[in-house]
């Protein structure tokens, strides 16, 4: 494709002119099937497609390149793009969505959200999100980088810091809205911040990656830390047991994570292991018999009866973890 305008070395063509684009006009998306994966669209253009109906509009290429995937909600609002000739009606590319704002990143309908704060918009600009109390912490700041899920999803590029999030806000009718009362939703917005299932990744750097004990030297690299309600970490080969792990449709189906979280084995408390297995240590290494043939004794208040009564009774499912879960 090639721009032809004053100053192209690359010949002419039909579209030579003094610039590149000549029309930007708007657009409601009206369909976003595309039969050859090409990121299609179609748009009527306002004032050009009032005769035609949906399936007659012609298709609009995408501005972004394919290897970004974000394609517009019918009824969305979009620009678009054509090159000089008189026929603006073929050769359209779509930049787009339009979004408003961050409250609006799910839909903002062509008719009503998506051109506010224009002067041609219908309404004025909603309240700022980033300033509201049940939400803070839900969206990027101005000096981040972040690619925003339409709903309820970020990945979040910070100085020193790389957050990847799901489930970030908790809206009204959430199955895992775990909350006390409606109260603590955003009167305005509808949603507020999950502070009780959130699941995210963060990885942060130039922080303290040691226990200051005894006068011992601060150290600082990375530390990572994998949040969420339950954590499975599987694998394809030699597990035990063995899971599909790569539908197609959604890599895991919700009838195999039931059946990851029934059979999977919980993790052990490394520490907690240790403790008892140096009880187990002192308790053998000091055990005593009544008689031989019976069982060690454990009772009285020698140090070898203590260890084996703790030992006898130390509760052994203290030692899994009930919400981390290998193969």
């Known amino acids: 494709m090639y721009f032809n305008g004053k100053y192209s070395r690359e010949g002419t063509n039909g579209y030579q002119g003094g610039n590149d684009f000549t029309f930007i006009q708007r657009g409601k998306v009206v369909s976003i099937d595309d039969s050859d994966d090409a990121g299609r669209i179609k748009v009527r253009v306002i004032g050009v497609d009032n005769n035609k109906v949906d399936s007659e509009t012609y298709y609009a290429f995408p501005m ?40 609006f990143l799910n839909k903002a309908d062509f008719d ?17 999100p980033t300033e509201r109390k049940k939400i803070k912490g839900g969206y990027a700041k101005k000096e981040d980088i972040a690619i925003q899920g339409r709903k309820n999803t970020d990945l979040i590029l910070k100085e020193s810091e790389v957050l990847l999030r799901a489930g970030k806000f908790v809206f009204k009718g959430d199955p895992a809205n775990n909350g006390a009362s409606v109260d603590e939703f955003d009167d305005r917005l509808g949603y507020k911040f999950n502070n009780r299932t959130q699941g995210y ?40 047991p063995t899971f599909n792990l790569a539908n197609q449709e959604n890599l895991i189906s919700d009838e195999e994570m039931q059946t990851i979280l029934k059979t999977a084995h919980p993790l052990v408390f490394g520490d907690k292991l240790l403790e008892f297995l140096k009880l187990t240590k002192v308790a053998i290494s000091n055990h005593t018999h009544k008689y031989a043939g019976l069982s060690p004794h454990s009772e009285g208040q020698s140090e070898s009866a203590k260890a084996m009564q703790q030992m006898n009774e130390y509760d052994l499912e203290q030692i899994l973890s009930k919400n981390i879960r290998i193969n």
């Open 201 to 240: 990744i963060q990885i942060k750097y130039n922080t303290q990656t040691n226990i200051q004990e005894n006068g011992t030297p601060k150290e600082y690299g990375t530390i990572t830390n994998i949040v969420s309600n339950k954590i499975n970490l599987l694998t394809y080969k030699n597990g035990n």
């Open 112 to 128: 009503l959200e998506a051109w506010n704060g224009f002067s041609f918009g219908v309404q004025d600009l909603g309240p700022a």
């Open 64 to 103: 972004l390149p394919k290897h970004i995937n974000i394609v517009p909600k019918l009824k969305e609002a979009v620009l678009i793009f054509t090159f000089k000739s008189n026929n603006n009606k073929v050769d359209r590319m779509y930049m787009g969505p339009i979004i408003p704002q961050p409250q």
